[in-house]
């Protein structure tokens, strides 16, 4: 590269950083503040794109009609979120921690089906800005005038955020709330009007994040989970609640991005490198490598436990009678089911245990660990990858499906070692940077993995190939792992665990090196997410890169949350909710994800203690005993 | 608590009935299990779904097959290959179809591929380009109705041949379908121009181009030309950032699926005029096949066709006529009556050839142009899938024998 090329290509990383950092600086400011992680943040980025796109067309491409869509567009989003939090947040806040996220991720579900309705499935390219419609000649070179603009709008948003924060009351009252919630709260802030206008804030930046990139890209479909991602990487890089570390990160990520577009195919010792294809995943590499090196992240820095915000976890008891009892019938009833049901029952049943083991896996570590992980799918598909791998190097079926889970085991050992360094959503988001990593070089890898197209032709071996067989092969492997693994909670182990989660200090004192058990735990929990993988990968017959996605992280912290997550039974009964759930609504409305979404609303506001939860207290009511 | 015990009723009960109800018995009924992705590519979806009711009713109205009323059961894939075999198998065991169609992302077609070659299922793919669908992990069961990945390439390579340019960029979304269209464009156009030469190429991960890095990066390269498989959003942002920064200016460009109306209607006045592209003219195109088409579905829909419409609607009258050349639901019968089959399309006289399963539906072939504020193919002219595919023994040599 030419030093004017660089030279472009740091510009072009500059404008595409200002949306980035617009909207990031919202998610970082609710996070800072209500310590709410927004799924739905990105859904708040569409509606702002979408709503700038109509107002723009209303107005009819006018100068004050264009700029005056774009901030109507964001203060339309503003008022949404705001009657978001007020409406819907703000009766979880006393719930056990993360059910916010699961109640976001519904709000996900539904907006996107509202975008799908309200402005159709076309995708709508926005007019070009008036006024800056043209480029300007920059290193010989022509540069878009709109680039530039925001170029300026970054630092300048930068600059106001800053001002609002240092220079005004209701700035440091925000700043004391990220500080410390309960001590501001103490001080007579009213936290309950605080919260609604930091949402407000944080959603008008995410709207007008989105409206001012009508002249650069599309309103589609697909956008909010598109920036979702970049955006909690942006956040988590620069330090959460640091609003000048988000800009940084996003200066950072949008540069390197360019940089490498620039460079593009190098050869160099015969081998052939595109560091554009490296545009996949680069942003996830420099979060791990930022988080390996600065546990929170670049600006931010270690934050105080909230405190009271939700009950305190009891401790677990050790399962009744009456559950045993239950729990046997229960398997009962699984073992003698294919007397009696159809076919595509027993398929159906066959995701649900390995979805069912999955979540359990992912239990494991979230409950009686303690350690968040948006990542777990990379530990399901490893194994799924592992087990259609060594079948396909002409290994007996039996034996792959034996030896992929010590694979993924390997994969949890190698990155849990890095995650057990971090904690809470940091350790959360490494966990995700290194199944975004693996998900790439599966997704890249043609000779090996199959690229993005996966391996076909990984079926049973024929004494198994009958779904009845299959059936019980899955109830086998997946109900004895889910038993092992509640076995484990109440060994030694488990309690050591469950010690070090509690109180890292007393457990440390007395002698349990807590970061080494977690390490273990960690890996425990990959071995039995691979063993559910290659269950599923033999029972599809295919695999491809879509058993590693965020998507499959997402929907195992759905089971789990939706299960309760201080049950040991809550991450069954989730799975089996959310995936019999997904099945029939689909069957029943075009716009089954909205039904969907409604549907876990209704779940999370009913039942904030889960499913598993619900029929808890309902029993310690009635036998004044706790104990499922 | 009266409101959650009477959800948790609800939910138990049905449940059970979910678990437990059977088939439904149908007599004097066909049934067709059709499923997609609808969710997830709503934009290609909507008029493919729009396309096949239509040739349902029309095959309905004239009697059904058979003697027989048919019916389609449409599932949602939710956009997974897991999930599409579960549902697959669903319409197979549960709703006793007779026959299995649709699908629109690669790895999604090739998993339920997989699933019909163990099942025994005969399979319709409508609109995965994958090349390998039909050839190196081609099967029995499996048929694919749109022109693929390879053939959209060679309409376009004598375009490109014929200008002599010597300097090539390429650009393509970063996975199968961008990879197998570039390494295609590469192979045949050195083939036929030799000297050659592909001095850049850039692959954004799909849906998430940087446009203006991209289109900064490529002017530094100096290509003569530029050869793009990027579509949808991408496209439109790679447009964009293109005019402003004068990317195209005394370039040609070679775009396979921009003149398709689901991704050049977007573009309106960015429109870059003199791209050459694969695409559907469905206002301009005046045969008499076509026509009727038109006016049936602006009379059933009130909307103009997209693409998918013409993909929905052949994939269905593909079943039709498999079924009613073979005379049967047997899978053997409708698999051996498709090999071969000939039938009419929107595009004109298609066939499934009997080697490799692929039809012979063509693409148009042309160049886009600004008219009245949108985009529009001008020069164009129907390429016949027939005559872009690789030889005989070619095609045998790729494909696992049966």
Redesign the interface.
Known sequence: ??LS?IF??LL??L??ASSLFLVAAGLSLIFGVTRIVNFAHGSLYMLGIYTAYSLVQVFDGSVLGFWGGVLLAGLIVAVFGALVERLLLRRLYHAPELLQLLATFALVLII??FV?WAWG?????GP?APGLR??VAIAG????EY?LFLIVLGPVVLGLLWLLLTRTRWGTLVRAATEDREMAGALGVNQAWLFTSVFALGSFLAGLGGAIQI????A????DL?ILSDVFVVVVVGGMGSIPGAFLAAVIIGVL??MC??I??VSAFGIDF?F??L??VVEFIVMAVVLVIRPWGLFGRQQGIPRGAAAVEPPLYLPSPALLKALAFGLLVLLLLPL??????L??LT?ILVFALFAVSLHFIMGPAGMHSFGHAAYFGLGAYAAALLFKQALPMELALALAPFAAGLGALAFGWFCVRLSGVYLAMLTLAFAQIAWSVV??W?AFTG????L??V?PAQWLASKTTFYYLALALCAGGTLILWRIVYSPFGYALRAGRDSPLRADAIGIDVRRQQWLGFALAGVFAGLAGAV?AFS????????LSI?RSVDGLVMVLMGGIQTLTGAVAGAAAFT?L???I??QT?F??ALLGGIIL?LVL??PQGIAG?IRERWEARSGRSDL | MT??RA?LLGTVA??TT???S??AAAQGTIKIGEMNS???F??F??PYKKGWELALDEINKSGGLLGKKVEVIS??D?G????A??VA??LV??ENVSLLMGSFA??VG??V???AK?RKMLYIAAEPL?D?IVWN?GNHYTFRLRPSTYMQVAMLVPEAAKLNKKRWAIVYP???YG?SATAGFKKLLAAKQPGVEFI??????L??I?????V??L???KPDAIFSSLF??DL??FV??GN???LFKGRPVFNLLAGEP?YL????D?TPAGWYVTGYPWDQINTPEHKQFLAAYRAKWNDYPRLGSVVGYTTMMSAAAAIKKAGSTDTEKMIVALKGLQMDSPLGKITYRAIDHQSTMGAYVGRLALKDGKGVMVDWHYADGANFLPSDAEVKAMRPAE
């Open positions: 590269m030419s090329a472009i290509q072009n990383g404008a595409s996107r089906d799908l499935p076309e995708d709508l390219l070009r043209g480029a070179r022509q540069f878009p680039d002249p650069r890209e599309p589609v479909l697909t956008m598109t991005k360019a577009i620039g593009g195919n595109s554009s294809k545009t996949l009696v049901s159809d076919r595509y029952t398929v159906l995701d997704y890249q043609d690229g993005s197209n996966g076909v032709g079926w599923y599809k017959g295919s695999i491809s890169p879509d058993t998507t019999w997904q099945d029939t689909s069957r075009e089954w994800r209704f009913a039942f619900f | 409101a959650r959800f049905l449940a979910a678990l437990f059977g088939p609808y969710k997830n709503p934009a979806l909507e599932r949602d939710n997974n290959p897991g999930d075999v579960r198998e669903e065991s549960r690669s790895h090739l998993a591929s997989d699933f163990q994958t390998q992990k970063n996975y199968e990879q850049a190429e850039q692959a954004p991960a849906g998430k940087e446009a203006g890095a991209v900064q990066a002017i530094d390269a949808g959003g439109q942002k964009r950032e402003q920064r004068g689901e209607d977007p573009l309106k960015e």
